[in-house]
């Protein structure tokens, strides 16, 4: 078995993986959500680094020639460090990709306006990978962050469809469309997110495109397989997915389903 690794914070990172194993089925996965750090959108970048780190390393040693961060915070916190600093000395063979990169790639092609706004956790507006990758790739495109808290706590409560819920997306959609009138395209940058679509919907203006990352990082994942053949070759082929926590199995169990579309049996990792 070397199953491709799927990594998040917690539970975000099954929105993602459901797209890719919908994508891909072929491929054996292992997730991983490190549930008893979660959150890592309010950590400083030393802690999200070093905790990222070491479940990249749980990763390589259940065999993952390949590990995808399907959390947006851990790819703007430490994703290049591992990629540049760590992995040579590791093993240069194995590869860990983002989220960060594939989403900004394409972003700029959904604006008519030229200007993006961006929700996402503090951890992610802080390091500010969104406003310089969409500037190498639409250096025309205007970019307006939001950082929001309250959502990810909210949702991993399951508060995600109460009035106190509503009240924290109107806030910080009315706070990020006072930065500008002209955005058009609003990019969920956190895993997280998709689950609350229908409250960001309703708060946005109308008209304005809402843009969630699984399908998009499933399609990076199937081009980047085609055209890393010596990578694909090594990862296995009999479409079983394990999924493991840091923290308790019967919690993650009956919290999964909302995020991944079906219920979830895990075991637990200790890291
Ligand atoms: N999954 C993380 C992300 O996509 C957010 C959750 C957290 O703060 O840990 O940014």
């Known amino acids: 078995m070397q199953p491709i690794g799927v990594f998040d914070s917690g539970y975000g990172g099954l929105t993602v993986l459901k797209e890719i194993t919908a994508k891909l089925p072929q491929y054996d996965y292992v997730y991983l959500g490190d549930n008893a750090r979660a959150p890592y959108g309010t950590r400083s970048f030393e802690s999200v680094y070093r905790y990222t780190l070491e479940c990249v390393q749980w990763f390589f040693k259940m ?38 990169r594939p989403t900004t790639e394409i972003i700029g092609k959904f604006s008519k306006t ?48 109460s009035s106190g819920a509503d009240y924290f997306v109107k806030e910080y959609i009315d706070s990020l469309m006072e930065k500008s009138n002209q955005i058009d395209t609003v990019l969920l940058a956190c895993t997280h997110y998709p689950l609350i679509k229908e409250k960001i919907t309703k708060y946005l203006p109308s008209g304005i495109s809402i843009i969630s990352q699984g399908e998009i990082v499933a399609k990076s994942l199937d081009d980047y397989l085609k055209h890393h053949p010596k990578i694909e070759s090594k990862c296995s082929k009999n479409g079983k997915i394990d999924f493991y926590t840091t923290d308790s199995t019967e919690d993650f169990d009956n919290h999964a389903a909302v995020f991944y579309g079906k219920p979830v049996t895990s075991k637990h990792a200790e890291i």
Do not use: H
């Open 114 to 161: 030229n200007n993006v706004g961006i929700l996402a956790t503090n951890g992610t507006v802080q390091s500010e990978s969104y406003l310089v990758e969409i500037n190498k790739f639409f250096p025309d495109v205007n970019v307006f962050q939001q950082a929001c808290p309250m959502w990810v706590p909210l949702i991993e409560n399951n508060e995600q469809n």
């Open 63 to 100: 065999n993952c020639p390949l590990v995808i961060l399907a959390c947006n915070t851990a790819s703007a916190k430490a994703l290049r460090t591992i990629q540049q600093n760590d992995l040579p000395k590791i093993d240069p063979e194995k590869r860990v990709l983002g989220v960060i």
